[in-house]
């Protein structure tokens, strides 16, 4: 037996003996490959090439052995699979709790289109609709030589329902549904969302629907043009119509609806201002935060609104993440932002280098989950 068959086989068999004696509480895979890189370091090899497809080689084994091996193992060990990045969803990894449950739960639906064009591929891996926003998480080919991320090489986004843009479904005086980016699992992914604004006078998207994304990416000279088949896979949701107002000083605020999806909690509110004060006004950048009966604050994701040309009312959609059950109760905290003096405009920041708020108690709301 040669030297390099026999370093083969030692490696192998050290590989093979550690996954066997690994314990599934621990993270498999980030031990396995620690230990075969800590090992390997010690064995002497002539030829650098053949060493590191040696190494390439043990990787696709463990990956490959992972896979077979995953209808058979605990759901403690899956899970633990499931977050070596190679292997897992952009949802799954994106710090979004709505689209980790879609993709765990079989909520989202996994298209794998792509579109490649001067070189550059683009592709969608994973989309989620719960008939309040649409996520839709895209990706490239990893690369080590990019140094701008996918959010940063994006350019501008044109999408089409059915062949009518995404604009045809806003509300007449808004005119406008908005398009947000937000990071994915890693450099090479992002996520695109929109909603509609069926709440605020636009038309509801279908509950099935053709999607149709323009994207134009730095460098590359023609926009990707992708078709994504898109639907509702949510059966069970909680819609709740209260219309609480409260009054504070100038403001009126009513809490219009809520919508309680495994993948989002939207919040619907209306706000007149009954002076001739108007939301142009830096001081009422106004915001909600939510908590459920035992004070669990829920992190805001996105939202969307408008207010008449006179800017006196407002209209606004609030996206949270889901709540881990359906609550009891649902309280409402309205705030405003704390500006500078100087510069005009600017917010006040704490020692997180978050924007301080102050909440507004007498416009705060606590409505019964039935």
């Not at 090899?45 to 084994?61: G, Y």
């Not at 579109?115 to 990706?139: C, N």
Request: proline share 6%; charged share 25%.
């Amino acid at each position: 037996m040669s030297v390099r068959s026999k370093l083969k086989d030692d490696e192998l068999n050290k590989l093979k003996k550690y996954i066997r004696e690994t314990p599934v509480e621990i993270d498999l895979v980030d031990r396995v490959m620690y230990k075969y890189d800590h090992d390997s370091k010690k064995l002497i090899t002539h030829k650098k090439k053949p060493h590191n497809v040696l190494i390439v080689k043990a990787m696709a084994t463990v990956i490959v052995c992972l896979l077979l091996i995953t209808p058979f193992i605990s759901p403690t060990m899956a899970a633990t699979i499931k977050q070596v990045p190679v292997l897992s969803s952009i949802f799954s990894l994106a710090g979004d709790l709505g689209l980790k449950t879609a993709d765990e739960k079989g909520l989202s639906t996994k298209p794998n289109a792509s579109v490649s064009h001067d070189g550059f591929t683009l592709s969608v891996s994973e989309v989620a609709y719960d008939g309040t926003r649409v996520s839709i998480g895209v990706e490239r080919p990893r690369t080590a030589s990019e140094t701008e991320t996918l959010m940063e090489r994006l350019g501008n986004i044109e999408l089409f329902i059915n062949g009518a843009p995404i604009d045809d479904f806003a509300p007449s005086e808004s005119n406008h549904i908005g398009i947000f980016l937000h990071p994915g699992k890693d450099k090479d992914s992002t996520i695109i969302e929109f909603s509609d604004k069926s709440n605020q006078g636009g038309r509801p998207f279908p509950e099935q629907f053709d999607l149709t994304v323009y994207a134009t990416i730095t460098g590359v000279q023609a926009p990707l043009k992708i078709d994504i088949p898109v639907k509702n896979k949510i059966a069970d949701y909680v819609t709740l119509q209260p219309t609480v107002n409260r009054h504070y000083n100038n403001i009126h605020f009513t809490v219009e609806q809520i919508k309680i999806t495994p993948i989002t909690t939207n919040i619907t509110t209306r706000t007149i201002l009954t002076d001739n004060s108007t939301f142009i006004e830096p001081w009422l950048t106004m915001g909600i935060d939510i908590f459920d009966e035992q004070g669990r604050k829920l992190a805001l994701i996105n939202g969307n609104g408008w207010h008449e040309t006179n800017g006196s009312e407002k209209i606004m959609d609030h996206r949270f993440t889901p709540f881990e059950s359906v609550p009891a109760s649902i309280t409402i905290k309205p705030y405003i932002h704390l500006f500078k003096e100087h510069p005009k405009g600017s917010f006040q920041m704490d020692e997180n280098n978050e924007p301080i708020i102050q909440y507004i108690p007498e416009l705060e709301v606590t409505i019964p989950v039935k």
